[in-house]
């Protein structure tokens, strides 16, 4: 099989050699002569998958003392709705509106308060992070989406809210770099962009944001049910929280965060740099200083040579370019687990591309 490059938005690309540990192991974990799929939540063995991801996640993340983490279902879409369920209780929260998963996170809070739009970009189609956010003091909370995987706009620093804490969706871009825990309040990911296989939904919540959570809730639906039982209220989605226990190792392997984090760095200069270096050939749709390290949108002259260029990048093994259906134009995703190789890889494509199809 040739060597294909997977741009996928999500689910997404995992390493390599997680997918191979994964495979050497799938039919005997540890010696047991069992697959991690097929024993007890509640055996010693999974205990210690489970306390191990989260050990490594601590550590990676810098998670302090006092925030509890959980690896719940439902995808972060779940989230939308708990989030505002557990913590809104019929008062004031502030949404930043930056995109299509701002927009469903709004959705759902209405449901269970009152919603203030703190700020938008939806003046100029979601390709800016807005600034000058007008936020309530007594608000529950403030929602971000660190990243906006549609439009490819991501929070270079997120806003100072004072005593209010801060909520962020980082499913797109959690363990990308790294994050300061000053101001947040909950950080939540769905595992499919950067640490593991749809399925399971990392939630990293303060522990008094725990205790302030609504009672009368269904059992599932509550934090404190997740906080208490640590994860294992119900059978969790014990095969995803073992992968991300191996990207957690993979993340170590290469040094950490710091370490990550400058490599997605090079990688997004890359490819932003043919982007602005192709005399207008290649269009980035988000605003210069917003744009995301995670998923890099841009459009050609046209419609047919955007298709042209998907198509034919496809038959050269890079897979997943097409930008999501509701904005069309092309998106090349560089999660943790692209390399700078396949980055370069792309950009030689795209240079070749632009000089054949002028
Ligand atoms: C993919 C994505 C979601 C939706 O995640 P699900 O796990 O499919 O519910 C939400 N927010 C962001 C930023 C995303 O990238």
């Known amino acids: 099989m040739a060597k294909k490059y997977n741009f996928y938005a999500g689910p997404a690309i995992l390493p390599q050699e997680v997918m191979k540990k994964a495979q050497e192991e799938l039919l005997d974990f540890n010696g047991i002569g069992l697959s991690i799929m097929e024993i007890s939540h509640r055996s010693k063995d999974f205990e210690g998958v489970i306390n191990t991801a989260e050990a490594k996640i601590r550590s990676l993340l810098g998670v302090p003392e006092n925030f509890t983490v959980m690896f719940l279902q439902g995808g972060a879409s779940l989230q939308f709705g708990m989030i505002p369920m557990n913590l809104l209780k019929g008062k004031k929260a502030d949404y930043v509106h930056t995109g299509e998963w701002a927009k469903k996170a709004i959705k759902e809070a209405k449901l269970f ?12 189609n979601f390709s800016y992070v807005p600034e000058n956010l007008k936020l309530t003091p007594d608000a529950q909370y403030v929602h971000v989406t660190s990243n906006e995987t549609i439009g490819g706009i991501q929070w270079m620093k997120f806003p100072d809210t004072g005593t209010v804490p801060l ?29 593991g296989p749809a399925g399971v939904t990392l939630v ?5 944001l725990v205790e302030a959570c609504a009672d009368n809730l269904t059992t599932m639906l509550s934090y404190k049910t997740h906080a208490k039982e640590k994860s294992l209220y119900n059978t969790p989605p014990c095969f995803a929280i073992y992968i991300i226990k191996l990207v957690m190792d993979w993340i170590e392997g290469k040094g950490g965060l710091a370490a990550i984090e400058k490599i997605n ?10 982007i602005d270096h192709s005399s207008g050939y290649y269009k980035g749709t988000a605003n210069v200083k917003d744009r ?3 998923n890099v949108t841009f459009r050609l002259p046209s419609e047919e040579l955007e298709e042209k260029f998907i198509n034919e990048a496809k038959k050269a093994g890079f897979i997943g370019l097409k930008g999501h259906r509701s904005v069309g134009g092309c998106r090349a995703s560089i999660y943790n687990a692209m390399g700078l190789d396949g980055v370069l890889a792309l950009t030689q494509f795209m240079e070749k591309f632009a000089r054949d199809n002028q």
């Open 167 to 195: 909520i962020i969706d980082m499913s797109s871009d959690i363990f990308s770099r790294r994050i300061d825990f000053k101001n947040i309040g909950l950080i939540y990911a769905g595992a499919q962009k950067n640490i």
């Open 265 to 274: 760095e090079q990688k997004a200069q890359a490819i932003y740099g043919i």
């Open 204 to 208: 990293i919540m303060r522990n008094d």
């Open 113 to 124: 308060g009152t919603v203030n739009v703190a700020g938008s970009s939806e003046d100029k």
């Open 292 to 294: 995301s390290k995670m």
